[in-house]
Nanobody, 120 residues
Framework: EVQLVESGGGLVQVGGSLTLSCAAS????????IGWFRQAPDKERKGVSC????????YYADSVKGRFTISSDNAKNTVYLQMNNLKPEDTTVYYC?????????????WGQGTQVTVSS
């Protein structure tokens, strides 16, 4: 059974940092891409960042470039999202998902989400 579990969300002040973790199980981690997405209430889900576990290639949304860093520990089947210089507009629920590759868009396994709140 494919399972993704996010953790690391919380409340932080503007300019602060958080690191989200996505622990994966039930599939061959090295063959997949792990993406981070976020979705605010009544808004469209948006991709934030993605990493191809096979070659380590990474992708970022323009809104987070230079502030967020995605990384993968294949030995631990875990992907991290280091978020620095957080802004109020980063407040929302963050989800990780597994797909065949970052450009494929076929993310069909999702975690339950973790809330990030940035206070001003």
């Amino acid at each position: 059974e494919v399972q993704l579990v996010e953790s690391g969300g919380g409340l932080v002040q503007v300019g602060g940092s958080l690191t989200l973790s996505c622990a994966a199980s039930g599939f061959t981690f090295d063959d997949y891409a792990i993406g981070w997405f976020r979705q605010a209430p009544d808004k469209e889900r948006k991709g934030v960042s993605c990493i191809n576990s096979s070659d380590g290639s990474t992708y970022y949304a323009d809104s987070v470039k230079g502030r967020f860093t995605i990384s993968s520990d294949n030995a631990k089947n875990t992907v991290y999202l280091q978020m620095n210089n957080l802004k109020p507009e980063d407040t929302t629920v963050y989800y990780c998902a597994a797909g065949s590759n970052c450009r494929g868009g076929d993310f069909d396994s999702w975690g339950q989400g973790t809330q990030v709140t940035v206070s001003s």
